[in-house]
């Protein structure tokens, strides 16, 4: 038998089961932080994504939701440059371990976990949280961006440029010891990480990408293979075999800038809605999915039908990833309604005379 068909099989298994479980248990984290970034505003996002009924949306869904809330983030004073270049790294050192507590917390008490940037440096924390209680994961990122700068290499000096550095163990004798930093541990390998939805990427990136064999799907690779054989491709890296939990790290920037434009660096060409729901389906579909990142909302960069657009589409990647078919609701209809005999009929209409 072929892996491909053998993935299929486990993948159709899955789903079979997915579709049995009526319940997840959802633990929703807001982090409101903008400090791995130049631009104010995406601290904003989790308020927004709230506003625009997420819970509500899940709720519906079968969900169990356990709000957490927002993190409330220690403030650091005279947080200087790293090396004249690296901006605010002990704000971002702290907020990233406040919030790997907070998500160690969700996933040891058996919830789903959902953290809502805030920008993407706080990938960080989310997978060094998930990591201390599934220390198999993997990770599926999906970004215009790759994010695999190093402090030696970044140009912006901007953290949510750099969180995959910190993480990954080939690059640990590569990145240089941050203030704030020094409770990371790097928790992945190359083949753990899939990357979909690249279309700007820095010689650095691109370089660490080819050296460490890193799979990724630029936005070329998804027109010239679909985002079908993206997805096959995809869990065959992570998922064929052995069956792990998936942390999905979803950057809203990954989608073209005609559907979300609300965030701080778009990039034209990017996913179509209908590749975007894909991606969430087919990982939901899988069953294995256990935590997730939305990030990169930022209300302040547009008009209010924008970030109206733009929030919308974050809330339906979310509630895609736990469960919403864009085939419509299949629950609570079991029978179908038979017309009165005519019998019936003739003494309804005498009663009424």
Partial sequence: MSLRSSLSRLLQKQAHSVLKKSVHSVAVIGAPFS?????RGVEHGPAAIREA?????????????????????????????????????????????????????????????????GDHSLAIGS??????????????????????????????????????SFLLRELQDKVPSLPGFSWIK??????????????????????????????????????HLGIQKVMEQTFDQLISKKQRPIHLSFDIDAFDPSLAPAT????????????????????????????????????????????????????????????QKREGRHDGYDHLPTPSSPDESDSEECVRI
Avoid at 35 to 39: A, L, M, S
Avoid at 130 to 150: E, G
Avoid at 201 to 221: G, N, Q, T, W
């Fill in 35 to 39: 400090k791995g970034q130049k631009r």
């Fill in 53 to 117: 009924g997420l819970l509500k949306r899940l709720s519906n869904l079968g969900c169990r939701v356990n709000d957490m809330g927002d993190l409330h983030f220690t403030p650091v004073t005279n947080d200087e440059l790293y090396n004249n270049l690296i901006v605010n790294p002990r704000s971002v050192g702290l907020a990233n371990q406040e919030l790997a507590e907070a998500v160690s917390r969700a996933v040891s008490s058996g919830h789903h976990c959902l953290t809502m940037g």
């Fill in 127 to 164: 997978i060094s949280g998930h990591v201390q209680h599934c220390p198999d994961l993997c990770v599926i990122w999906v970004d215009a961006h790759a994010d695999i700068n190093t402090p030696l290499t970044t140009s912006s000096g901007s953290l949510h440029g750099q969180p995959v």
């Fill in 186 to 223: 790097p928790c992945l390998s190359s083949p753990d990480i899939v990357y979909i939805g690249l279309r700007d990427v820095d010689p650095a990136e691109h370089f660490i990408l080819k050296k460490y064999d890193i799979l990724y799907f630029s936005m070329r690779d998804i027109d």
């Fill in 264 to 323: 701080g660096t778009p990039v034209v060409g990017g996913l179509t809605y209908r590749e975007g729901m894909y991606i969430a389906e087919e990982i939901h579909n899988t069953g294995l999915l256990s935590a997730l990142d939305l990030v990169e909302v930022n209300p302040l960069l547009a008009t209010s039908e924008e970030v109206k657009a733009t929030v919308g589409l974050a809330v339906d990647v979310i509630a895609s990833s736990f469960g």
